[in-house]
């Protein structure tokens, strides 16, 4: 079982920037792709950036790329979402997530509490 504790959420001016932070503890995380999701009020959840824990080429959304990066230290067994030029519409509740790498879907994978991002304009 993967365990995941995001933290890095808060308030920001548009064009601010900030990092998120993903600490995950559990067995065999090079099987697993990691991603980071957002949720704004009356909105469906959406992926917003994945990576396989061996870093191959990252997925971004498009209204995003550019802007954020998704990375990982290994040693400290954390995932970060770089978060550039933030727009007010980048404003959403953020959570770390984890799937196997085998697993199509996100539905079986595991998920973080979330962190809020609020961009002020």
């Known amino acids: 079982q993967v365990q995941l504790v995001e933290s890095g959420g808060g308030l920001v001016q548009a064009g601010g920037s900030l990092r998120l932070s993903c600490v995950a503890s559990?067995?065999?995380?090079?099987?697993?792709?990691m991603g980071w999701f957002r949720q704004a009020p009356g909105k469906e959840r959406e992926l917003v950036a994945a990576?396989?824990?061996?870093?191959?080429?990252?997925y971004y959304t498009d209204s995003v790329k550019g802007r954020f990066t998704i990375s990982r230290d290994s040693a400290k067994n954390t995932v970060y979402l770089q978060m550039s030029t933030l727009k007010p519409e980048d404003a959403a509740l953020y959570y770390c997530?984890?799937?196997?790498?085998?697993?199509?879907?996100?539905?079986?994978?595991?998920w973080g509490q979330g962190t809020q991002v609020t961009v002020s304009s």
């Open positions: 997530a984890a799937k196997m790498n085998s697993e199509a879907t996100w539905s079986g994978g595991y």
């Open positions: 990576r396989t824990w061996s870093l191959d080429i990252p």
């Open positions: 559990g067995p065999t995380l090079s099987r697993y792709t």
